[in-house]
């Protein structure tokens, strides 16, 4: 069955899914991950268990809170790399194509994921004009 398949994309997100109802708020950052139900479902299968989707392990390795100011700051960061897009569409399509990346593999709790956050820092400034 490809949604119990944890080397399917779709089945990674099912299986991250059961992951993140364990620890929701702060995720496991790295830490060992607990053994779940679908894990003993899969254990038969091939005696691994690999999860390629790095959009949903973001929410496992960060926690739901942390997870949703990755994908924000993410977001902010690509007007840091390229800057002087008058388009609001292609910041929207710069940022479909680094989730496709991600969708296939884990890469989203890299180094150079990481660098991007904090480029988006800038982009954070406090308005002062604002009336609060």
């Not at 069955?1 to 899914?17: E, K, P």
């Not at 299968?45 to 390629?52: K, R, T």
Request: glycine share 8%; hydrophobic share 45%; with cysteine.
């Amino acid at each position: 069955d490809a949604a119990m398949n944890s080397y399917s994309r779709f089945g990674a997100i099912i299986y991250h899914l059961e992951k993140i109802q364990e620890s929701p708020i702060i995720g496991y950052g790295g830490g060992l991950i607990p053994k779940t139900r679908l894990d003993a479902i899969m254990q038969g299968y091939n005696g691994h268990m690999i999860s390629p989707n790095g959009i949903s392990w973001v929410f496992v390795y960060w926690g739901i809170p942390l997870g949703i100011l990755f994908y924000f700051l993410l977001y902010k960061s690509i007007k840091v790399v390229i800057p002087n897009v008058n388009r609001r569409w292609k910041y929207n399509l710069i940022f479909l194509i680094i989730l496709s990346a991600a969708f296939s593999q884990t890469i989203t709790t890299l180094p150079i994921f990481f660098c991007l956050l904090f480029m988006a820092l800038p982009q954070l400034k406090y308005n002062e004009d604002s009336s609060c």
